[in-house]
């Protein structure tokens, strides 16, 4: 019995295919990135071992190399040779016209000196050099010399100081002759050093200026990789901190919201409960009153549920815009309205100036959405007796600014940077007893970056704070300017923090 088939099926391989591939670009990628990390080193690396090695090999060769005749004991020197011969030819003639012992020592000793250094010229380069020359006679006649001097200085009596001086004579054109060959080769030998060192020189010459080059090059580049990798660190330190207090601000948001959502979520379910368990007793006035809490707090669980909702899809980028042309003017007057009534009730006066009646096009509920989160947050943050004051005007022929400022707390300057965050609140509010989620100049930021503009805010503890939020002057479809023609503003020179 054969054992049965097995077969996978296609989904099984492009699945293996797949992660066959995915393996392979990893390892293509770890290469890539090895291969980077060394493409800096290993040149400056070759680089210097190069002209090390090449520069040590010709320095090597130079201190090594002796010219023959010069300085080596065993090399013979046409100069010497030549010297030699002439001392021991004149102490010769001298003890042939005056014979004494000492001229004879003398003759002896100069003999002597001769005889070995015209020994070393039975060596094979020498040799050579005589037989390429065709001095072979010469060389003969010299060696006869040479026996005529052992002869003399073993006292043999066949040969006297008179026979000696005869024989030098006749010796002397052979040893020229001899002398000169070494001198041609002695001067051969130099030059083709000389040649050797020139061409070790520049090679040496040409290995240095490549480590120059590859010094000149490397360097700045390892120096701009290291900036890079600091530029990085310190980026990633950043974003580090950014994302602690991401975190922290979360952490932060989730209670906010906790409590936010708590908060309608338990008066819905408390006076619900209370409505159903005493309906049978229960006035009527006193249910209209209880399921008017209910309706409200089920209106400002909507708003909150609704608003980090949007912020959601302005995240996602998939918030729409929808443009309508809109009387800007009556927006703005609609959205004063609405917190009139909680304004009366704690004192606070909400002062207005409006240049123009204004026709923008623009989304009507994402501008009057951004103009009710500024007022809120302006109302939220005033005491009883003070004021608020909306401006509306053109500035700087090319914005049109709506301006709300209070002469509340404030906000921290430690705080100014990090309130454009989705979950970020003043700590001012923290320590509070005010309320709010950490949602609103957040959605005002992301509503008017969808609308082409921005966000400025100003603000100083203990004095006030004022928000304008800037729209370009291409949204005005139409204006009517109110009473005078107003000229333009023009921004002044007060600081300002610009969300973005």
């Known amino acids: 019995m054969y054992p049965p088939l097995s077969f996978q099926k296609p989904e099984q391989t492009n699945n293996v295919n797949r992660a066959l591939i995915g393996k392979i670009v990893v390892i293509a990628k770890r290469l890539l990135n090895d291969w980077r990390k060394a493409s800096l080193a290993l040149p400056l690396i070759v680089t210097v071992f190069l002209a090390v090695a090449i520069a040590g090999v010709a320095v090597y060769h130079i201190a090594t190399y002796r010219v023959p005749g010069n300085t080596a004991s065993e090399e013979v020197n046409a100069f010497d040779l030549k010297e030699l011969f002439d001392h021991t030819l004149r102490s010769a003639q001298s003890l042939k016209n005056d014979d004494g012992s000492t001229k004879i020592a003398t003759l002896v000793s100069d003999a002597q000196f001769f005889e070995t250094e015209f020994l070393k010229l039975q060596r094979p380069h020498y040799q050579d050099l005589i037989a390429a020359r065709g001095l072979e006679k010469e060389f003969m006649r010299v060696r006869d010399l040479a026996d005529h001097i052992d002869w003399f200085i073993s006292g043999s009596p066949s040969t006297t100081p008179a026979m000696l001086a005869d024989a030098l004579e006749r010796t002397r054109p052979s040893i020229r002759a001899i002398s000169r060959a070494l001198n041609d080769d002695t001067n051969k030998v130099i030059e083709e050093l000389h040649e050797k060192l020139n061409r070790e020189a520049i090679l040496v010459f040409i290995l240095v200026s490549l480590f120059m080059m590859s010094l000149a090059v490397l360097v700045p580049v390892e120096w701009h990789r290291r900036n890079s990798l600091l530029a990085k660190t310190r980026a990633l330190e950043i974003s580090e901190g950014k994302l602690r207090d991401l975190s922290f601000y979360r952490q932060q948001f989730l209670a906010n919201m906790s409590h936010e959502f708590r908060t309608p979520l ?235």
């Open 266 to 500: 338990n008066a819905i379910q408390g006076f619900s409960e209370a409505i159903l368990l005493q309906k049978e007793t229960m006035k009527q006035d006193r249910i209209f009153e209880y399921v008017d809490i209910v309706a409200r707090s089920a209106r400002d669980l909507a708003k909150l549920t609704e608003d980090v909702l949007d912020l959601s899809k302005i995240d996602a980028g998939k918030f729409d815009i929808i443009r309508d042309d809109v009387p800007f003017t009556q927006l703005l007057d609609d959205s004063i309205v609405q917190f009139q009534s909680v304004a009366e009730q704690r004192n606070i006066a909400i002062r207005t100036s409006i240049e123009a009646d204004w026709t923008v096009n623009c989304d009507r509920l994402a501008v009057k959405r951004c103009i009710t989160n500024v007022l809120s947050n302006a109302l939220k943050f005033s005491d009883k007796g003070g004021a608020i004051y909306v401006d509306a005007y053109l500035r700087d022929r090319r914005l049109l600014v709506v301006e709300v400022r209070d002469v509340g707390c404030g906000i921290p300057e430690r705080d100014l940077q990090s309130i454009w965050m989705v979950y970020a609140r003043s700590s001012l509010t923290r320590k509070s007893d005010r309320e709010g989620a950490g949602l609103g100049l957040a959605m005002v930021k992301a509503l008017m970056d969808a609308h082409n503009g921005f966000v400025e805010l100003q603000s100083r503890e203990g004095v006030g704070t004022s928000v304008r939020m800037c729209f370009p002057l291409t949204m005005v479809v139409a204006t009517h300017w109110r009473g005078p023609v107003a000229v333009p503003r023009v921004s002044g020179d007060q600081t300002h923090l610009k969300a973005g």
